[in-house]
Each structure stands twice: as C-alpha cells, then as structure tokens.
C-alpha cells in the first residue's frame, strides 16, 4: 500500500525558511517522479515542484528561486526547502507520486506565513 507521509510544516514568519519532508513506502521509490503540490484556501491545487528519478527538476514559476526539491533514494524520501518564504505561500503541502503508475497523494502538511 502506497504511504505518502509528510512533515515539517509549521508557521513561519515571511522571509522564513522551512524543509518539508515526505516519507515514501509501498512502492519502488527510486524509479518515481515525486512532487510537491499545494493547496490554499478557496483555491485550486497547484504544482509547484517535481523531481525525476535521475533528478532533474522542475518547478512553478512562482516558487522558482526560493525551493528547492531533493530525493534521498536510499530514505525513501523527497524534500522540499523552502526559503524566502511569502504569505501567499500559506498553503496546504502534499507530497505525491507521480510516474510511473497512477498518482498518489499524501494527507497533506500546513503551511503558515506569517506577513
């Protein structure tokens, strides 16, 4: 069974940093892209990073510059740091499984930023 866990969320005041963590199980982490998406109140979902097996990377435009995405195969991990952070980054995190196979999404980690 696929296990998507997420940590490291928290309230940060703006210019802050924070590092997402997402605990991966169920599945052959090292041959999967990963992502993280988030969603903020009354809006929809959004991509906002991604990372491929061999670890090239892509980001949103908004968040360009400031996070960064990294996966430890050997943890089963993917991270997310994220400096210089913003209020309009308040959101809800979710770590997901993309390709190969159908998506998977974790229960999601809160995000605060304090202006």
């Known amino acids: 069974q696929v296990q998507l866990v997420e940590s490291g969320g928290g309230l940060v005041q703006a210019g802050g940093s924070l590092r997402l963590s997402c605990a991966a199980s169920?599945?052959?982490?090292?041959?999967?892209?990963m992502g993280w998406y988030r969603q903020a109140p009354g809006k929809q979902r959004e991509f906002v990073a991604r990372?491929?097996?061999?670890?090239?990377?892509n980001y949103a435009d908004s968040v360009k510059g400031r996070f960064t995405i990294s996966r430890d195969n050997a943890k089963n991990t993917v991270y997310l740091q994220m400096n210089s952070l913003k209020p309009e980054d308040t959101a809800v995190y979710y770590c997901?499984?993309?390709?190969?196979?159908?998506?998977?999404w974790g229960q999601g980690t809160q995000v605060t930023v304090s202006s």
């Open positions: 990372i491929s097996n061999g670890g090239i990377t």
């Open positions: 997901a499984k993309l390709l190969p196979g159908p998506s998977s």
């Open positions: 169920g599945f052959i982490f090292s041959v999967n892209v």
